[in-house]
Each structure stands twice: as C-alpha cells, then as structure tokens.
C-alpha cells in the first residue's frame, strides 16, 4: 500500500507569496498523482490530476509537477480565497482505490 | 451543470446500522465510477468505497469491510451505502464523489457531504 506524506504541515505566507507544496509517496506513482482544495465547511475540489493537468476553471496560478516519489503543488502568487487546506492523492493503477495525504494548511 | 446530493445522514448508536444514498444529475450516470469518501472531524479524507459503471466492480477500505455494502442504481441515478455495525470511528462526513475515468486517476465532482454520528 501505498503511503503519501505531505509537507509542511502548516504554511504561513501573505497574499501574493509564492506557495510550494510537497507531497512524497513511498513509490514510484507513475505520475497518477491529484491535487485537492478543500475550504472550512465545504467538499474537496479537484486543482490537479495526473500530476500537471489543471482541472476545468482552475485558475492557471495553480500548477502542479513532479514525479515518481516527489510532487509539488506551487500557487503562483496567493489570492486571498486560497487559504485553505490541499491534500494529495494517489490512485492504484490497476483499481479504484484511493489514498490521501494528510494535508497541508496554507494560513495568513 | 454535474451535481451530486448526499442524504441520510445522522445520529445512530454504537451497533446501529444506517443507509446514505446520493443523488446524481447533470451526467450520464451509468457511464461512471462512484465513491464515498469521508472525513472525521478535524481529520483528512479517507476513501471508503468504489463500485464500478455496472457494479462488476466493488472495493473497500479494510477499515470498513464486512460492515459497508455500496451499491447503484442506474436507473434512478442514485448511489447507496448501507452501513452496518456503526462504530464511534466512523462518525465523519461522508462524501459521494466520481471517478473522472479514462487516465484522470482522481475524483472530480463532490457533493456537499452528510454527517453521520455514532454516539450512544
């Protein structure tokens, strides 16, 4: 099975910052990698799949890289409705069985 | 537009058993993957449960294997999960959500969630 950890855990930057998100897998994910933003009180949001591809209407400050065991998910430059918390996702490449990271908040 | 709506959510007892359904809309149901995917209070996301286009297809999360049934109905465009043996841990939101299929590997469309406490 495979496991995601993302780091930091918290990251405390102002609106306009660049913000840089890791997540690690502990195997090679064969770029099967996911993006998610989710605000206080509301569903996850699709930002990112497949490692690069921007979901429909996500605004292109959002862009995501990586591969094999290391990802990042950079926010360009922080608007303020982009405080919120991100988590990555992997799924197995042979059935849909999803994993998560535990998350990382991004805060003023 | 896409729309998924989570109901059937509560307050059940330790031991208790409750179904969740979720209705869908604004997509051709029977061509796609669903999931429920929850999240404790204050937690992260844990996915529960996946069937397939045509139900040949089912998987769940060892934490809830045995006691969760999921299961669809293409003609009604609805989604269920039947929830045995309620444990305080699976007190969470729970989420329907889909597969985007092909080679997209992740969820695309949520529903906004129901909430189930297992609490005496």
Redesign the interface.
């Known amino acids: 099975e495979i496991v995601l950890t993302q780091s930091p855990a918290t990251l405390s930057l102002s609106p306009g910052e660049r913000a840089t998100l890791s997540c690690r897998a502990s195997r090679s994910l064969y770029n099967?990698l996911?993006w998610?933003q989710?605000k206080p009180g509301?569903?996850?949001?699709?930002l990112i799949?497949?490692t690069s591809r921007r979901?429909p209407g996500i605004p292109a400050r959002f862009s995501g890289s990586g591969s094999g065991t290391d990802f990042t998910l950079t926010i360009s430059s922080l608007e303020p409705e982009d405080f919120a918390v991100y988590?990555c996702?992997?799924?197995s490449?042979w059935?849909?069985?999803?994993?998560?990271?535990?998350?990382t908040k991004v805060d003023l | 537009e896409v729309q998924l709506v989570e109901s059937g959510g509560g307050l059940v007892k330790p031991g208790g058993s409750l179904r969740l359904s979720c209705a869908a809309s604004g997509f051709t149901f029977s061509s796609y993957t669903l999931n429920w995917v929850r999240q404790a209070p204050g937690k992260g996301l844990e996915w529960v449960s996946s069937i397939s286009s045509s139900s040949d297809y089912i998987y769940y999360a060892e934490s809830v294997e045995g006691r969760f049934t999921i299961s669809r109905d293409n003609a009604q465009n609805s989604l269920s999960l039947h929830m045995n043996s309620l444990r305080a841990e699976d007190t969470a939101v729970y989420y329907c959500a889909r597969d985007c299929g092909g080679d997209c590997y992740s969820l695309d469309y949520w529903g906004q969630g129901t909430r189930v406490t297992v609490s005496s």
């Open positions: 099967y996911a998610y989710q509301q569903a996850p949001r699709l799949s497949d979901a988590y996702q992997q799924r490449d059935r849909p069985i999803f994993t998560f990271g535990p998350g």
